[in-house]
């Protein structure tokens, strides 16, 4: 008789090994592999030979009929457009966040958007009592919709359901951490479990053309913890985010197949739930006082919206013996290197001093561009004189100290012009052959740059 086999699986990057170790090589993560029992869903089919014969496949050609199925739209703007305009039937989301950020309020508020126009929308709670998700449906004004309320952790029961006939066409899982299988000897949470629920769901949203929503919390590490194992098998990946004290949370979408990445939704949070903001430079910039030194205003662009927001620089004497560099909502390794090409090119002794940088409002930056707002707000800080107030800043800067032009100016421009601000600093354009010069932007002063050394 062959012996059960054992195996060892890492909970954050799903590595399998075959003897227990503290630390995964493949993730460098420690203390997080887990012994799971091997042969069944997980493990695949066995090596070899195939026994028997297979079923021969039909092939299609590649014009029929496509006819675009209609989007579920929810009428909740900023989770329809980092969703691609709407779900797609048939399609599988991962929503994945930190504990405590908003999901359950968030898919509540999705579910009963889409019962009051009339999709037939389930809501699965695996981790909430239904006393608890309808308490949560009142204080939020929903307790009226048609939203079907389970409260069920076993995959099995909650297949059969929706595969019922009259089952809902939309099911949010909440959350595919607290679901289990019983054909998967693993207890719930463990990579296996989640990969196999959540490989059930998706099976089934393909098959009936129903969207599944699952739900998944993330580690301190910021992976979805099992769940990232789940972000190739899905169509979408959501990630809700925001810093705990403040009261806007961001929707940004990191993968999917039906819609744009790298867009992102802003809402703000309130005892009456989370609600659209449609104009969230003006929320970010809500709190700004008029000119300080050290604080600049970046022109930035999130997906395809230009979003204002507010950096704040901080540059003090160090009383410790190594200076200490303290970023929040930016790369500390593009601040480390902002602050050697100011040093190398420009002259300018950053070094000694301690430095802090925070992107006011929560929000986190990836752009380049904002390297000559930090720049500026460095030496605002420094120099403890402010940056002019209806003044952004845009702009990336290389190595050699010289401003690069970034992409989407025009749109940057406008969305400043609309909030009032009357002068721009922004990389000059050399008009290269075959480019359209830059057109002006009306009621807004572009300050041309070509290379760091003339900012400071
Ligand atoms: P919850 O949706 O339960 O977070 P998650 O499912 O991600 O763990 O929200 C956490 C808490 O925040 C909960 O007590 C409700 C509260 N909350 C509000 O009061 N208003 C809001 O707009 C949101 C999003 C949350
Ligand atoms: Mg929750």
């Given at each position: 008789m062959a012996r059960p086999q054992r195996m060892f699986v890492?909970?954050?990057?799903?590595a399998v090994y075959a003897k227990w170790a503290?630390?995964?090589?493949?993730?460098?993560?420690?203390?997080c592999i887990v012994e799971e029992s091997a042969g069944t869903a997980a493990a695949g089919a066995p090596p070899g030979r195939l026994a028997g014969k297979g079923r021969r496949i039909e092939f299609a050609a590649l014009s029929g009929t496509t006819e675009q199925p209609p989007r579920l739209v929810t009428s909740i703007a900023e989770f329809d457009r980092v969703c691609g305009s709407g779900l797609v039937p048939g399609s599988a989301l991962l929503i994945g966040g930190d504990p405590g950020i908003g999901k359950s309020t968030l898919l509540l508020q999705v579910a009963a958007a889409l019962a009051r126009s009339g999709v037939g929308c389930a809501y699965i709670s695996g981790e909430e009592a239904l006393d608890q998700v309808r308490l949560r449906a009142r204080r939020l004004g929903l307790e009226q919709t048609a939203v079907q309320l389970a409260a069920a952790t076993s995959i099995r029961d909650i297949v059969a359901t929706l595969e019922?006939?009259?089952?809902?066409?939309v099911a949010v899982i909440?959350?595919?951490?607290?679901m289990w299988l019983d054909s998967v000897d693993s207890v719930p949470g463990t990579v296996t479990q989640v990969r196999a629920s959540a490989q059930a769901l998706i099976e089934l949203a393909k098959r009936r053309g129903v969207t599944v929503l699952l739900v998944g919390h993330v580690t301190k590490e910021g992976?979805?913890?099992?769940p990232r194992v789940l972000e190739h098998m899905v169509d979408t990946v959501l990630y809700f985010e925001g810093e705990r004290g403040h009261q806007f949370r961001i929707l940004r979408a990191v993968k999917n197949r039906f819609g744009p990445t790298d867009e992102i939704g802003v809402f703000e949070m309130s005892d009456r739930g989370l609600t659209d903001v449609a104009n969230p430079s003006a929320l970010f910039l809500a709190e700004r006082r008029g000119a300080v030194s050290g604080a600049c205003v970046f022109a930035g662009v999130e997906g395809t919206r230009p979003l204002l927001v507010e950096i704040q620089a901080l540059v003090a004497p160090s009383s410790f013996a190594t200076p200490r560099h303290a970023v929040v909502g930016w790369d500390s390794g593009r601040l480390a290197m902002v602050i050697a090409v100011l040093e190398a090119r420009?002259?300018?002794?950053?070094?000694?001093n301690d430095v802090y940088l925070n992107v006011a409002g929560g929000l986190r930056i990836a752009e380049p561009a904002a390297d000559l707002a930090v720049a500026a707000a460095l030496l605002s800080s420094l120099a403890d004189t402010p940056v002019p107030s209806d003044m952004v800043v845009f702009g990336e800067i290389g190595l050699g100290g010289e401003v690069r032009a970034v992409s989407q100016r025009e749109a940057r421009l406008k969305e400043a012009a609309k909030l009032g601000f009357r002068t721009a600093l922004a990389p000059s354009i050399v008009a290269g052959a075959g480019q359209p010069a830059p057109r002006p932007v009306g009621g807004i002063n572009v300050d041309e740059i070509g290379h760091l050394s003339d900012l400071v």
């Open positions: 890492c909970q954050s990057c799903g503290g630390k995964c090589e493949a993730c460098g993560g420690w203390n019922a006939r009259d089952g809902p066409a909440d959350s595919i951490q607290t992976a979805i913890a099992g420009c002259g300018v002794a950053v070094g000694p």
